[in-house]
Each structure stands twice: as C-alpha cells, then as structure tokens.
C-alpha cells in the first residue's frame, strides 16, 4: 500500500502548473498570497520574479505570452491588487497572449464579513477574460488546469483563477493530472475556396492578415497568394501582437491609424480576414463610418483563434501559389542623409535604429511618436520581431520587454518607448534591473502626450491654448529619465543629435544588462 | 424673447459642477475626453490639474475629499485608464470620500465595433460605487448633479459618470439648475437612549469613534461621555480616514491592526459604534474569529453615513456628560534619549518628526513601519490633522498628499510614506512639482514589504528563506529614492543618522515646494 503524502492546496497548485510547462510567475503578492509564496518557494522550477507595481506583472506576463507561446503566472494581491494589472490585460486579450493570472482572496469564511480589502475580484477579472474560484481545498490543481485551458484555448485569452488564502494553506492530498488535451477547430473547406475565388476575381481584393499570420511563413504564403491574384494585394492588421520582419521576408504594409488614411488605403476594396479582425476606426469620428469596411464586402478564411497559418497553406494550395518563387521587394531606402549634429526627430530615430539593429531583436514599440517610422525604416534590414500595443491601455512597452527578454534570454531586446506611457509602468525598469535582463529602452523624450495634441488639432483647436498644453505637456517641469533609471538601479544615457544616438546605439547594443537611453527631441 | 445660448455638453456639464461648488480636476485624460479639456480650458473656476498616472487622480481626489468635505473630478480614459485607479478609489470608498469620476467613453454610436479600447467600464466602476452614463448631449449638466448627490449622499462615496464622446461635443442649450438638496437622516431617539443605558450601566463598555466623530469636539465628547460611565472608555477605529490630534484633543487609544492584540484591546467588553464599523480582523487567521466582537455586543448608535456628531451631542445630553470640564491627561512622553548618532529606526523617526511637527500639520501616513509609532508619539504636540489608509490598496500616501495640499493650501502637508508602497504612485511627485504644493514626503527605506515579512514569520517561516526574501526584499538593487525624486522634479536628500534627520526637518519643514527625505533604515 502506497502511503498517501500531503502537501498544501497551494503546494498542489503550483506542482499542477509545473507538470503544465510552467516556468515563470511575475508576482507582486500580500498577505492572503503568502502560502502561494512558501509554494513557489518550494518548486525551483518556477521562476518567481518580483515586480514592483501589478501592471508590471501582468504586462510581462503578456510580453512573456507573446513570445512563448504559452502562459506565465501573475500572482497579486486581492481586488485592488489586480485592479492595477487591468490596463496591461486589457491589452493582453487584444494580443490573445495566454496569461494565467492567480489572486489570493480572503479566507472563504472571512470575506462575509466585509474586511477593509474587500471588493468584488470576480467583477473586475471578468472584464478582461475567463474567472474561475476554487471552491475547496482540493480542487486547486484541476482549477488550474482549467484555467490553463481557458489560457490556451481557441482563442488564447486571459485567464484568472481566485484562491481563498485558508484554500491554499490547507493540507490536500498529492496526485497527479495527465496534461489536458487542447480542442482544435480545423479548417473550413468552404472558406478556403470562397477565398480562392474571390482572389481569382479581377475586382480589387485586400488580404488582411494578422494573429499567428504574421510569422515569416505566413507573411510569405499571403504574399505568394496574393501574387497569383489580379487585383489582391496583403496589409497587415493596424497593432499587430507580434510581427516577424526584415531579410526574407516580404516587406508589407500596415493599416494606417487615423482613419481617413485608413480608408484611403482600404480603397473601397473586397477583404480577406486571415487572422486579422475586421477594420474598425480607433476612435469614433464625425462623419466616419466605424466599420472602414462594409460588412458585405468581407469574407473571413478563418474565424478568430483559428489555425490561420493552416488556412492560408490551404489557400495557397487552392490558387497554385507558388512560395519558393516569391522575388521579396524591398521598400526603397530614404536617402536624406543625416548629418551628425541635427537634432533627434521621430525620422531619424526610426532610421538610425533600423540601421544598428541586431540580428534577431524583439522591439517592444509603444507610443505614436517613433514606432510606425520604425516599423517601415526597418523593414529591409536584419530579422527581428516587433510587439506593439495591442488594447491602447498605455505602459505597456517597459513591462512587455521584461516578459519577451526571459522568454528569449539569448535575444537583444529592445522597447522604443514614447515618455508619457513609460511613466504608467516606469517600476519595470528596477525588475530589468534585478533579473539583470538584456533590454535597452529606448525613451523618445518629446515631453508631450502628442497624440492629443494631434487629436486637439484635429477637432479644430489650431494653436494649443494655456490649460490645453498644461494638461497634455510633460514639462514645468521636465522629466529627467537618466535620474528615474538610475533610481531604480538601471544605468542610463541621455542624446540629443544623430550623432550622440548612433554612438551611443552602438555602445548599450552590445552591452550586457538592462540600460536606458533617454532621447531628448 | 431671450437668445437661446448654445454650448457644448461638456461645456454644460463643467457649467453645472461649478455651479455645484467643484473647482478641482485631477486629469489624466485620452483621446475620448477632449471636448472635456476644452471645456475646462473654458472654464477657470477650475482648477485642472495634470496627473501622470491615474491612481495618483484617484488618491488626490480622496485626499482632497478627506479634507475638503466636498469632491474633486478626476477625469480619466476609458476602462484601461479608470482601472488604473481604482485601488486608490477602493480606499476612498472605504473613506467615504465624496469623488466624482468623469470618463470619456468612445461616441455612442463607436462602441457596438468593438473598437481596441473599448471593455466594460460600468462593471469596473460599480465596484467602488455609483455609476451613472449619459444618455443624450442635453443629459450631462442633470447627470453630473445625480453623481454629486450620490458623492455626497448618505454616505458619502465615490460616484462615476460616463460620458460618450459625441455627447461631449453636441451643441445643447444653455440652461442654469438649482443645486439639488441633500436629504439628511435624522439620529433616533431610541438609539440614542440605548446608548445611554450602556454607557451608565456597570459593564465594561466601549465607545468606538470612527468618522465624522474623529473632529476634535466629537473626540471631546465621546471622552466625556466615558467620563460619565463606570467602566467606559473611548477607542479610535483601527484607520481612521482622518482625525484630529494634538494639544487639546483628548489623546484616545487606536484599535491594533493584529487581531490578537485587538481582541486584548477590546477585551470582550460591549461596544457602542459611534461612526465606525463593527470591528473586524483585517484578514483571516486560522483560530481567530472574523468578528472581534459578537454582534450582539454591539450597540449602534448611528448608521453609516449618519450625523454621528448630532449623535454624540444628544449622548452627552442624556448621560449629562460635562464637555467643558473636561481633563485632558497626556500620554507620558518617552524619556528614552535620542543619540544623535543612532541610526534611524521606526521609534526615533516617530519622535523626531512628532517633535518638529509644525502647527497644522497634515500627516498623510502609509505603512506600517512608522505610521503607529508616530499616531502615539504625536498625541500630545501641536494640534494636526493625520489621514491614514483606510482600505489597505497600497500606493495611497503621495497623491493623497497633493490632494489635501490643494484643499489646504495654507497647511503644512507631510506624507510619512513606507518605500514599497510609494512605489505604486511615485508619479505623484510629479504634480507637487508641477503645482508647487507644500508637501514634504518622508520616505521610510527599509527597503523590504516589512508586512510580508512579518506576517511569513507569523505563518511559521522563521528563517525567511532565499525565495521569501526574493519576493519582499526591495534591494538587488537598492531604489534610490533621491535619484526618483530628483527625476520627477522634486529636491531631495539622504539621512541615515538621528541628528541628520532632525537638521533636515528643521530645514524642509520651512521650506516652500514639495520636498523628499529618504530615511534609510
């Protein structure tokens, strides 16, 4: 007879998430977590990473999600606790990163009771995925795996699992789980060859490709289809979660963000949704339609979370495209020359970092200012992988580069940042510290939220009165970010000319550890 | 025939708070809030103030509500901005802080798309109060007033309207409301008598202050009205959202945070609720019951939200209790001498900023570190006024200083801080700089969750083991607090020693402008 061996609820849980490839919990706990914190403790398998505010934790579990393909813990404290991860899961459902998020809730026997930290954790978690709460002590490792699921299903989204304390710190049985089996949706034979058609077809056609479609195969097949068509050619979806660029692959275009140019670029003409949503203005303007495509001219080839990359081989297969054949073009270099002491612009920041990027960076890019110059300055030169924010809830960037840089611990990353959105989520920077971490932030220091600027401008406001600017400057006075770095253990640089960022560049590119460069322009 | 005038809905709805007395915004706003800051840029009676992060709009607004009696707006975006500050509104629920959110939601006619950064605001909001929504331009001066009369209400609390943008921007005609009248509960005769039976009959009895009573003549007359009794004493809830201490206010004891010590404090006498709540464990601990005392111990002499002042006049009455009279005893001062060259620990950093304290002083105090020790030291100084947190979201401490220094702009305002919390909203020493408000934030650097580690030590974990220290430890690298100041605009300086903290107390305590101090200990 087998003796029974006894460990905690939370012991069971975090043994249930190890036997799930489990590797990482990015945690910010109290009290009612602390038995999860003995667990962790106990299971070196998981690499608990303390950060300092929740949106840290939960905007690199995304980063994390993003590149692996596969969950991260967050681990915080109560409602008010996770409250704070809100803005950076908002974000993390738009990516579809799957991101297991664990609370500690109050003694299932104390929360009646209406304790200061009381509030209704279900509410807000609901708003951002799949909530599921542990009823029993033994139920933890069947509700993680259920929340596992939930993280890896179809689509992968958001899961948040809610853990009384008194459930965690409880004696349950030790037991093992197989790994639970993820459902597939397979591909639509009828879609496949509806698109095949209307590819075919001599009207303009737009393949719109997003998602799992922005790999480098699934650039090339959507090039390659495209290139069979008469009219038909690729975009990419405005913020794509993760997109693979650079030599080999085809250097294609993206959906504008203001929506005239949008629609402009749209041309009125039929769309293929592979991966992508259907396009939609950011912000809804007079005069402007919401949807930039009417409904009746879209044919979906696979529905959301579906096997996309799948679908397009498919479709390829239906219009004979021929992938070995592609001839990549290549967007036309600007040839402008900088000169050595102009100072820093959004153009010559894109341009000079496209030119010293390293082979195979994962650029975080956040905030309107430089991201989208880079985007296209960096589409001929070598490999790599950009992230951009998904869900618009800003401070996303300095967290996201935390979870992509222990996902792929061998790769430069990189997280081109506008000031006004790091300083949502500037605590990332001390966990890049820590984790000693090989990212380099790259701040774009206009000291201005210039986006509503633009958009102030935009409904009219020609010149910027005294209280527009005091409520959209960043200035009276400046932030200094070389301090903010070094306050929290990160060293740093500040530039001001061509010059100083391309010396500077190829200094932080190489070195080791976490370093911030602050842009002045 | 009068001209019919016509503005937009949020030139409407701005009319209408400052009609409603309301002079403050704190703003952090997006694209979806525009019309909005036009309207304030329109309107100079209030006063917009710009904050980096929304739970630093939250927290000042709690402050400003703690102090000022009446609310603040905060101006946020949409869901993902909002959620940023809901812990601090968590913690202004608990205050009953009267608040008024505004935020900006896409045009009505957007949202249906499912555009990137709509999610479900009214469920986020209703987790911390009233929620009302706009439902047509010609709306938005009657709503506001609905959300003013529930911020002001009984209880007092958090209200939240959301505004479609296209609502915003319509032209409506300009009309003038009457301020609504604010329905009053009267106190019950019954009630009142109960307590007076109690309070003269032999048992030992408690009467716990909370609330409105925390008012110098309510701490009076709740210590007269002991007097009165055999064996009646006064306690203070356990985080009063503000009281009043010092020469000339009767120096009454605090419920203990830790249940056990609660539970010895209270020593199963019957309590008489005089604004606070029935007295609750903080969490929940194996053995320890939810309820600190049985319910049918406890007598209310008021409910929530009710004129718990009258009440305690009408109790003072009917037990012919002598306020006039009353002997003020003081707590014995330590004797115990300060070296100048001890190093700072919780103890020394209480009693040297109790006795620096200038006159007026507002004590915004966070963590658990020092925040106790200087409620008990600072008992017998110059009168103050100390606003603790009253929900337990951490990052309370730095906005809620700029939110009682703009109240108060004649006040002293010191915000006695624990590092890890600061950390939540460091952001807020942005505004004081920009505002040039009279705070001087003294940070308590032990540089570890000291809570946590306490609380691992109660669960058993004597030795704190390498995992455990790696979740509460702030060190690895140290934060430096002067360098993140210094960032964000404010001057700081470094003490370590008793002497030096007292040289730079008596400094900074004269000085204009917001200044930091990190106490290393």
């Given at each position: 007879m087998n003796a029974i061996v006894r460990h905690t609820g939370a012991d069971a849980l975090v043994a249930a998430t190890t036997n799930l490839g489990i590797d990482v919990c990015f945690a910010n706990p109290g009290t009612t977590e602390l038995a999860l914190v003995k667990a962790l403790d106990a299971a070196p398998a998981t690499r608990a990473v303390l950060c300092l505010f929740e949106g840290v934790c939960t905007g690199a579990a995304d980063g994390f999600g993003r590149m692996a393909k596969r969950p991260a813990l967050t681990l915080t404290h109560l409602g008010p606790g996770f409250a704070n991860g809100i803005a950076n899961l908002h974000n993390a459902r738009r990516a579809h990163s799957p991101i297991i998020n664990l609370i500690g809730d109050h003694a299932s026997w104390h929360s009646a009771y209406d304790p200061p930290l009381r509030s209704d954790i279900d509410a807000l978690a609901r708003t951002v995925g799949w909530v599921g709460r542990s009823?029993?002590?033994?139920s933890l490792a069947a509700d993680v795996e259920e929340a596992w699921c939930a993280a890896m299903g179809t689509p992968r989204g958001v899961a948040t699992l809610v853990v009384p304390s008194d459930f965690q710190s409880a004696l349950v049985n030790e037991h093992s789980h197989p790994t639970p089996d993820l459902p597939r949706t397979p591909v639509s034979c009828a879609d496949i060859a509806g698109a095949a058609r209307i590819v075919e077809d001599p009207e303009a056609t737009i393949l719109l490709i997003g998602g799992d479609a922005l790999c480098p195969e699934g650039q090339i097949l959507a090039a390659s289809i495209a290139a069979k068509g008469q009219h038909t050619r690729v975009m990419i979806e405005m913020f794509p979660a993760r997109i693979e660029r650079g030599a080999g692959i085809p250097p294609l275009g993206r959906l504008p963000y203001f929506p005239e140019q949008a629609l402009a670029a749209l041309g009125g003409a039929r769309i293929i949704l592979a991966g992508a949503r259907a396009p939609v203005s950011y912000f809804g303007y007079e005069g402007?339609?919401?949807?930039?495509?009417?409904?009746?001219?879209i044919h979906t080839l696979?529905?959301?979370?579906?096997d996309v990359l799948e679908a397009l081989r498919a479709l390829a297969n239906a219009v004979n495209a021929e992938c070995g054949a592609l001839s990549v073009s290549r967007t036309p270099r600007q040839d402008r020359k900088l000169h050595e002491n102009d100072p820093l612009e959004p153009a010559s920041i894109a341009r000079l970092l496209a030119d010293a990027l390293p082979e195979g960076a994962i650029v975080v890019t956040e905030g309107s200012s430089c991201s989208i110059g880079f985007f296209d300055a960096a589409a001929a030169v070598v490999p790599h992988t950009i992230l951009t924010?998904?869900?618009?809830?800003?401070?996303?960037?300095p967290p996201c580069a935390v979870g992509a840089a222990l996902a792929c611990p061998d790769r430069p990353v990189i997280n081109l940042q506008s000031d006004g959105s790091a300083l949502y989520t500037l605590q990332a920077l001390w966990t890049q510290a820590r984790e000693r971490l090989n990212v380099v932030t790259l701040i774009?220091?206009?000291?201005?939220?210039g986006i509503l600027q633009m958009e102030l401008r935009r409904a009219g406001m020609n010149e910027l009165t005294e209280g527009a600017l005091g409520l959209t400057e960043l200035s009276r006075p400046d932030i200094d970010w070389v301090a903010l770095a070094r306050g929290l253990g990160v060293e740093a640089t500040r530039v001001r000319t061509c010059r100083e960022l391309a010396d500077t560049l190829g200094t932080v590119l190489r070195s080791a550890g976490p370093r911030l460069v602050e842009m002045v322009c």
């Open positions: 009823s029993s002590p033994g402007i339609p919401s949807e930039l495509a009417p409904a009746n001219s696979v529905p959301e979370g579906g924010n998904t869900g618009g809830a800003i401070g996303l960037g774009v220091s206009n000291r201005r939220y």
